[in-house]
């Protein structure tokens, strides 16, 4: 069978500043989050190898550009640095990123590639988050502040705009978990980050609406189905809560204009309503995405809670809910430690068009992690990495049915173009459709995916 997709359908990839600009300390860019804690612990997690490190685009990417024009890209989704372009997060412009952002997407459109912009991903200026981070309203204004430049000075040359990239997982990382600076453990903290962030958002689509810019603006998401191990009703209350917090808190809002009622009487009843000023509600009521990107890499497996839970630990979801692993023949990314669950994006797509108004949206990030690709490259010196095209070819059946049943979905973008700095382990899990050697020269190679993935590029579909 042949997968055929709409002609205008979008085919790219996704990367974010950080993970892909290198240049962390040149050009006038200020410090970041991950910069200062590469500085402070460059071990954590990273293997002595910081995001000083990456891909080197700020530098390459005339290159790069012409590779994705190789590769038969329509679009790609970069984000910008607030802090190479704010090097205090609220002070001076610095032109010399301005420069380098305008040639960059100039370059792009030149060549057929639609830029999508993402305004944040991850990566707080490190002023700001002495401020406080998310957790502060002046820190929301001054992401506005931040928002309305890259309108003014980019709107001319972009036209796909997203406020976020997973907001939910800097909550989940700078306040729950512990895995983003400054790792401080504070349930309360991430609920005031998370509302914030979507005020934020809100704001930010406000003000590209008033400045009357053309084109549209969204969000991207990372959802995480939520699947009951049974259909008991304790499970399923479980994977409701799971699907309230990791899900629901974003898409709603963002979508919807409105957080769950449950979720919000939930917080309540546990002593964690955010501060919320007068007109946050309507403002965000009024300012709602028009365009949803999705992430998709797992599910969710869940079960109710089988132990009381630890009432001394902090506060964390996972007091109301416990996962499950078992995996009953189910697929597993081995070197990433994710199920692979392809029917999972089907099911987002689904939900989306039955209960989000089937608003336009894409899927914005799928990917597959691997450790040690060398072990794959062949005697022409490229890597034969046939089990991420089945991961892709997989994942787009899913995504074909839904589009044949009407789901509103536009495109589809790989995570990513080059392998890239992971925030948690630099480069041990590669994702890239093109290989990067950093002991020499940065030298690009396309993969075996990156060739199929400009056939399927080029005749918009696949078999
Ligand atoms: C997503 C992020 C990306 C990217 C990807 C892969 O959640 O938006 O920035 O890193 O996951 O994850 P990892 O790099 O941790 O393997």
Redesign the pocket.
């Known amino acids: 069978q042949f997968y055929q997709f709409p002609k205008d359908f979008w085919w790219g990839s996704a990367s ?1 500043a950080t ?1 892909m600009e290198g240049a962390a300390h040149e050009g006038g860019k200020g410090e970041n989050i991950w910069d200062h804690w590469y500085k402070e612990e460059p071990n954590r997690f990273f293997d002595e190898v910081g995001p000083e490190n990456t891909s080197n685009f700020y530098h390459q990417y005339k290159e790069d550009i012409q590779l994705m024009k190789e590769l038969g890209h329509n679009s790609f989704r970069p984000s910008i640095s607030w802090s190479r372009l704010i090097p205090t997060g609220d002070g001076e412009v610095n032109q010399e990123a301005v420069r380098f952002y305008r040639d960059a997407f100039q370059t792009m459109r030149e060549n057929g590639i639609e830029p999508f912009i993402n305004l944040y ?1 991850f990566d707080m200026p490190m002023s700001m988050q002495e401020k406080g981070g998310w957790t502060s309203r002046e820190v929301v204004e001054a992401y506005v502040r931040y928002a309305k430049i890259c309108f003014e000075q980019f709107g001319d040359l972009v036209t796909k705009w997203f406020t976020h ?2 907001p939910v ?1 800097p909550v989940e990382g700078q306040y729950l978990y512990g895995f983003h600076y400054p790792a401080e453990l504070d349930f309360k903290k991430g609920v005031q980050a998370g509302f914030h962030a979507v005020l934020a958002g809100a704001k930010a689509v406000q003000a590209f609406r008033d400045g009357g810019y053309a084109g549209e603006i969204g969000v991207i998401l ?1 959802l995480t189905p939520s699947y009951p191990r049974s259909q008991h009703p304790e499970d399923l209350k479980a994977a409701h809560i799971a699907d309230l917090f990791f899900n629901r808190s974003f898409l709603d809002p963002f979508v919807k204009g409105e957080f769950p009622e449950d979720l919000v009487k939930l917080l309540d009843e546990e002593g964690f309503t955010p501060e919320v000023l007068e007109g946050d509600l309507e403002l965000i009521a009024n300012n709602t995405v028009d365009l949803l990107g999705i ?1 998709y ?1 797992q599910p969710r497996r869940i079960k109710a809670k089988e132990n009381m839970p630890n009432l001394q630990a902090p506060f964390l979801p996972e007091r109301f809910f416990d996962y499950f692993h078992e995996m009953h023949g189910r697929k597993m990314n081995k070197y ?1 430690g994710w199920e692979i669950y392809e029917k999972g994006i089907y099911d987002i797509l689904v939900n989306v068009r039955e209960n989000y108004g089937n608003i336009p949206c894409f899927i914005s ?1 799928n990917g597959m ?1 691997v450790e040690d690709e060398g072990r794959f490259i062949d005697e022409n010196g490229q890597i034969q990495d046939d089990y991420r095209i089945e991961f892709y070819k997989s994942h787009l059946k899913w995504v074909h049915k839904a589009l044949e049943e009407g789901t509103n979905v536009k495109g589809y973008h790989v ?1 990513t173009f080059i392998d890239n700095w ?3 382990n630099a480069y041990k ?1 590669r ?1 890239g459709l093109i290989s990067l050697d950093l002991n020499n020269n940065f030298k690009r190679t396309i993969k075996k995916s990156g060739e199929w993935y400009r056939s399927v590029s080029e005749q918009s579909g696949f078999e």
Request: cysteine-free.
């Open positions: 974010s993970q991903h990239n997973e997982v990372n992430n890499y990433r990030e992690g995570w992971s925030w948690l899990n994702y």
